[in-house]
Each structure stands twice: as structure tokens, then as C-alpha cells.
């Protein structure tokens, strides 16, 4: 069974910096690529940055030159590094993990999902 524990959400004001970390567990084919993705109130669920098993990035227009994906495979652990945040940055951050050896940045390429962690960023 696939577990993804999501950690590292708060509160911060604009301008600050935040480490979203996502604990996974699981056999290692299920998490193969593994993605962000945030979701804020009445909005639909997006894409904010993902990574192959290769270790390929991709990233949303809206965040790339300040966040940061990456993985440390002997830990088991997903990091997203924000940084510069802005007010539109608020929302719940998802960890999400694929059996795919590519990754995307669409919701329903993913067969795993964790819980959520909250990121609320006042001007």
C-alpha cells in the first residue's frame, strides 16, 4: 500500500520562504514519478511541479524561478523549496506519486494521493 504524508505547510508572510516535505511509503514501482499540486478554495486542482525517474523537472509558469522539486530517494521523501512567496501562492499543496516512469502535470496522470498540507501566504 501506497502512503504519502505531506508536512511543512504554514502560515508565512510574502517575500518568505517554505519547504513542503512529503514522506512516502510503498513499493518503489508505485512512486516512480511523483508531482506537486495545490488546490485553492473554488478552484480546480493544478499542476505546480513534477519529477521523472529520471529526475527530469517540470514546473508551472506561474512558480518557475522560485520553487524547487526534488527527491531524496534514500529517505523516501518529496521536497518542494518555495520561495518568494505571494498571497497567490495560498492553497492546499498535494503530494502525488505515479507508477509511470514519466512525469506530468495533470491530476489524472497520478495514482496516488496524500492528505494535503496548507500554505496561507498574507501580504
Known amino acids: 500500500e501506497v502512503q504519502l504524508v505531506e508536512s511543512g505547510g504554514g502560515s508565512v508572510q510574502a517575500g518568505t520562504s517554505l519547504r513542503l516535505s512529503c514522506a512516502y511509503s510503498?513499493?518503489?514501482?508505485?512512486?516512480?514519478?511523483m508531482a506537486w499540486f495545490r488546490q485553492a478554495p473554488d478552484k480546480e486542482r493544478e499542476g505546480v511541479a513534477s519529477i521523472s525517474f529520471a529526475g527530469t523537472t517540470d514546473y508551472a509558469s506561474s512558480v518557475k524561478g522560485r520553487f524547487a522539486i526534488s527527491r531524496d530517494n534514500t529517505k523516501n521523501t518529496l521536497f518542494l523549496q518555495m520561495n518568494s512567496l505571494q498571497p497567490v501562492d495560498t492553497a492546499m499543496y498535494y503530494c502525488?506519486?505515479?507508477?509511470?516512469?514519466?512525469?506530468?502535470?495533470?491530476?489524472?496522470?497520478?495514482?496516488?494521493w496524500g492528505q494535503g498540507t496548507q500554505v496561507t501566504v498574507s501580504s
Open positions: 510503498g513499493p518503489a514501482s508505485s512512486t516512480r514519478s
Open positions: 502525488a506519486a505515479a507508477n509511470k516512469f514519466a512525469s506530468d502535470m495533470s491530476v489524472s496522470w497520478y495514482n496516488y
